[in-house]
Nanobody, 120 residues
């Protein structure tokens, strides 16, 4: 079993910043891609940003230039620095991780979600 624990969400004024963290723990042999997704009520979950174990990143067009994804492989942790937040960034943000368990089985895990609200 692999668990993802997120932290760092909250309420911020438009133009403000937040930093999300997600730590993976459990029966992990290797982590491959990690990423962040978000979901508004009544809408589909959408990709925000992903990062491979080698550091290659991918961003949704809507967040390019404002959000930065990074990871600490030694800590099995992924971060999302969000700057210049807009009201349309308001959503529940979910962490995602893919990899191999100690039994060399593929896994994909999701965090419990953290609310991000950009509002005055």
């Amino acid at each position: 079993q692999v668990q993802l624990v997120e932290s760092g969400g909250g309420l911020v004024q438009p133009g403000g910043s937040l930093n999300l963290s997600c730590a993976a723990s459990g029966s992990i042999f290797r982590l491959y891609a990690m990423g962040w997704y978000r979901q508004d009520p009544g809408k589909q979950r959408e990709l925000v940003a992903t990062i491979t174990s080698g550091g290659t990143t991918n961003y949704a067009d809507s967040v390019k230039g404002r959000f930065t994804i990074s990871r600490d492989n030694a800590k099995n942790t992924v971060y999302l620095q969000m700057n210049s937040l807009k009201p349309e960034d308001t959503a529940v943000y979910y962490c995602n991780a893919k990899g191999l368990t100690l039994r060399l089985n593929d896994f994909e895990s999701w965090g419990q979600g953290t609310q991000v609200t950009a509002s005055s």
